[in-house]
């Protein structure tokens, strides 16, 4: 694909996204070209239909987070606590300042388009939670009578409205102490120690 289209591309999910929050969740392909400044025909060209834009807009928010959260690139020398605590921080940092971020775990989470891309991302992440869950118990760090799938399923849906609770409100919880909140979360559900390296020190209730 030649470079110009790449970056038609993208101007056409950059203007999407900006449709979608300012109509909560709602837009119109004829806005979206005029924001983009490329003719309607061309965004159905590249998406097929407004219910494909809306799901590259959405994919493109998940691809993110998979590079700036869940990427093993970024998290090379922590110590598994440290590491964990850290995603964590990262995860709640990523939500609370990207501006599509209510609607994509929200609203949009509901619609027909979005749900097969959100489920790829859960897969993904629910299985490598797993296997981090795996390796946590050979080393000793998490009960091994534990099922890992089963638990990391229970966690990702506990962080996720948890999260979706503290990006409704006004003002918004600190970030710091929400994410001290899941961690203490975490620590209780992994059944976690002061062998296991955890910093149990006070967070706001």
């Known amino acids: 694909m030649p470079a110009v289209s790449i970056g038609t591309r993208e101007r056409l999910i950059d203007a999407a996204q900006e449709e979608l929050i300012q109509g909560h969740g709602h837009l119109e392909m004829q806005a979206v070209a ?29 691809s993110r987070l998979d590079i ?65 869950l ?3 118990q050979r080393g000793g760090m998490v009960p091994s009578d534990m099922d890992p799938h089963l638990t990391i399923a229970l966690m990702s849906g506990g962080i996720r409205q948890a999260l979706i609770g503290a990006l409704m409100r006004e003002p918004r919880p600190d970030p710091e102490n929400l994410t001290n909140e899941i961690w203490a979360f975490i620590a209780a559900a992994l059944r976690l120690n002061e062998n296991s390296g955890v910093d149990f020190g006070d967070h706001d209730s």
């Open 134 to 136: 795996e390796a946590a």
């Open 34 to 62: 005029k924001r983009a400044q490329v003719s309607v025909g061309l965004a159905y060209h590249h998406f097929g239909s407004k219910a494909g834009l809306i799901a590259a807009v959405v994919e493109a928010f998940y």
């Open 68 to 132: 700036e959260v869940f990427s093993a690139a970024k998290w090379p020398s922590k110590t598994w606590v440290d590491r964990e605590k850290g995603r964590i921080a990262a995860y709640v940092r990523f939500h609370y300042a990207h501006p599509f971020a209510l609607l994509v775990i929200g609203a949009l989470s509901r619609s027909p388009e979005v749900l097969d891309v959100e489920a790829n991302f859960t897969n993904r992440n629910l299985a490598a939670g797993a296997q981090m």
